[in-house]
């Protein structure tokens, strides 16, 4: 057991330089298609909620709520139920980690 | 050492009588010398303005930006048959470029690109030329005036209108429906997909409507459409004419208009002839003309297929063409034009910088239509990329609204400050 962290701790350290830049991309272009209503960044000006610096256990429990249907919506429910479980993780952290202006 | 603007005319001035010596390059000034790497973005709409600040942004400001647009400013297409229904003004919808220019550093030209050279990477204009790395083409659309007869340039910023890009013929077209005396008919020609924002042309209807209910209430709306039914969000338009401007919307499918005259506002059907009061007819549509300068309209030599990992075109290495140019299953809107420039911007980052681009872009389209004054719908849908197919799929879960509301038409209202500020602020 001990080992077998060793290695992921490892493998982390050789792939972080190359890998971990194109997850981050990979998140915030996943993000960025959502600007037009929410802002850039998740920085709305109106009408639409801020998503910038939001908790990241929220963001994920409001998406999840989004596309059981549990919490109602005009259109999150059809955006929720186009993305998979793993990209509100990387949505949820991008916009956690944005600036609120 | 600065250079101001006129010591950069007089610049240009001499590459000119340089450039007349045979032997050189080129038989023009280089508009502004390149120095680093750099992207030259042609068409400043929702996709070139996007990608040309998204490449600024995302590439700490390393990549040189030139953004060339023929407009002096901005004017959303979206929401622009407002302005028909009287809940906006053309200047609602204005935007100027400067913020581009002051807080992302993109050189702006105001200018039209007259040729493109993909082998020695130039771009030409009328004063000048300017080399890149890379090319962003973001035409638009542009009008096959030639395939309705009668029609061309000149009668459609003049008398019968497209109004199809947002500005002076939208303007026009309202002053033409203020002046039609109650009792008139305004006509709608559609013309068959694909084209610019499959849903305008019935939120047109509705914004017509919309006017003539409160200030001309025995006017008639009819929409001809050359498509065999209604192309978006059918039921929710018309449960919009039924209910709220019952009478007043008459809507034809298979009817293509081939032929108009311009003094009797006529419109030719295979059927039959139309004559209206205020006639409006969208002519078929492909790939904007700067697309044709690089042959890249290589689907239907309409438009520009491309590779959905970087938009890159499928006819040149470098020039990538994104926005309603595009040959796609994606609906040609704002919102998709803005969501591919990003991925375009993010891709050409990359590839400049030898790295791999995003291997499962997905992107999201929201697009809402006014149906009255205060009140909208929505088409809804999230697109990823397929491997096997190559090409940009909708994913589960997209859909429209359940019911017109006016919260929706609150929310449409944001969502068009929201996406102007991610374009140009």
């Given at each position: 057991m001990i080992m077998h962290r060793t290695l992921l701790v490892v493998s982390g350290i050789l792939f972080c330089t190359v890998v971990h830049a194109e997850v981050d991309n990979h998140a915030r272009n996943l993000a960025a298609s959502c600007y037009a209503c929410h802002g850039t960044d998740g920085n709305s000006e109106g009408g639409m909620p801020v998503l910038a610096g939001l908790d990241k256990a929220l963001f994920v429990t409001q998406m999840k709520d989004f596309k059981s249907g549990a919490r109602p919506a005009t259109v999150m429910h059809q955006h929720a139920k186009g993305y998979t479980d793993e990209e509100f993780e990387l949505l949820a952290g991008y916009f956690s980690a944005q600036k609120r202006h | 050492m600065s250079f101001s603007r006129r010591d950069f005319l007089k610049a240009g001035a001499a590459g000119i009588v340089i450039g007349a010596?045979?032997?050189?390059?080129?038989?023009?000034?280089?508009l502004i010398k390149k120095k680093g790497q750099r992207v030259v973005v042609v068409g400043g709409g929702f996709g070139g303005a996007t990608a040309a600040k998204y490449i600024r942004k995302w590439s700490n400001n390393k990549i040189e930006v030139v953004l060339i647009e023929r407009n002096p400013m901005f004017i959303s297409c979206p929401m622009s048959n407002t302005v028909l229904g009287g809940g906006r003004t053309i200047d609602d919808l204005t935007m100027s470029y400067t913020e581009l220019k002051k807080k992302y550093g993109i050189k702006l030209i105001k200018g039209e690109v007259t040729a493109i050279d993909p082998e020695k990477q130039t771009v030409m204009l009328a004063d000048g030329h300017l080399k890149y790395d890379r090319l962003i083409v973001s035409p638009g659309v542009d009008f096959?005036?030639?395939?309705?007869?009668?029609?061309n340039e000149s009668v459609a910023n003049t008398s019968i209108t497209h109004a199809w890009k947002a500005g002076a013929q939208t303007v026009l077209l309202r002053k033409q429906l203020e002046a039609m005396p109650d009792g008139g008919v305004f006509a709608i020609s559609i013309p068959k997909g694909p084209y610019r924002c499959p849903p305008g042309p019935y939120e047109r209807a509705c914004q017509v409507a919309h006017y003539f209910k409160n200030n001309k209430p025995k006017s008639k709306v009819l929409i001809l459409d050359a498509?065999?039914?209604?192309?978006?969000?059918k039921g929710l338009f018309t449960a919009a004419w039924n209910d709220l401007y019952p009478g007043m919307v008459e809507y034809r499918p298979n009817a293509l208009v081939t032929k108009v005259d311009v003094a009797s506002k006529t419109a030719k059907t295979e059927f039959d002839d139309v004559k209206a009061d205020v006639l409006n007819v969208l002519p078929p549509m492909k790939a904007g003309a700067v697309a044709d300068m690089a042959g890249l309209a290589n689907v239907d030599g309409r438009w520009c297929g491309v590779d959905f990992l970087t938009y890159e075109s499928k006819v040149h290495k470098g020039i990538h063409v994104i926005g309603d140019a595009v040959s796609a299953a994606?609906?040609?809107s704002g919102h998709m034009a803005t969501s591919q420039a990003k991925v375009c911007a993010a891709a050409v980052i990359e590839l400049m910088q030898d790295k791999q681009p995003d291997q499962n872009p997905t992107i999201a389209n929201t697009c809402y239509s006014m149906v009255s004054g205060n009140e909208a719908v929505h088409v809804a849908n999230v697109y990823r990329f397929n491997v096997e197919k190559q090409a940009m799929v909708a994913a589960e879960g997209g859909g429209v609204s359940a019911k017109r509301s006016e919260l929706e038409g609150a929310f449409a209202g944001y969502w068009l400050k929201n996406i102007l500020n991610d374009v140009l602020l």
């Open positions: - | 010596f045979p032997g050189l390059a080129f038989a023009s000034s280089e096959m005036y030639d395939k309705v007869e009668g029609l498509n065999p039914d209604i192309v978006s969000k994606l609906p040609k």
